[in-house]
């Protein structure tokens, strides 16, 4: 219960802030269509757009790098990694 209320109020506040700010995109592994490993981005895609929740490949330090570079452009990327123990190679980019 507790973790459903979790993914639900993740899931709220990202659909807030994509509403309140166009530079809002959200990327990562299973994120789009799919909605997520955990469903935090359920709805998303279909809401905003392909261009503003999207699928990545697995390669989270290409995940990472991207955001970087999202974020440099002007963007406020929000990379999701699907497994906290898969973050690691991204840290290289950091």
Same mark, same amino acid.
């Given at each position: ?11 709220? &506040? ?44 697995? &390669? ?12 440099? *452009?002007?963007?406020?990327?929000? &990379? ?5 123990? *898969? ?8």
């Amino acid at each position: 219960m507790a973790t459903m209320n979790m993914i639900q109020a993740i899931n709220s &506040a990202l659909d807030n802030m994509m509403a309140r700010d166009g530079n809002v995109v959200v990327f990562g592994e299973d994120v789009g269509y799919f909605g997520g490993v955990f469903r935090c981005t359920a709805g998303l895609q279909k809401k905003y757009g392909k261009t503003r929740c999207f699928d990545a490949p697995i &390669a989270e330090g290409g995940i990472i790098a991207t955001a970087i570079g999202m974020g440099v *452009y002007g963007l406020r990327p929000v &990379a999701e990694i699907q497994f906290a123990d *898969y973050i690691y190679p991204g840290f290289d980019q950091i």
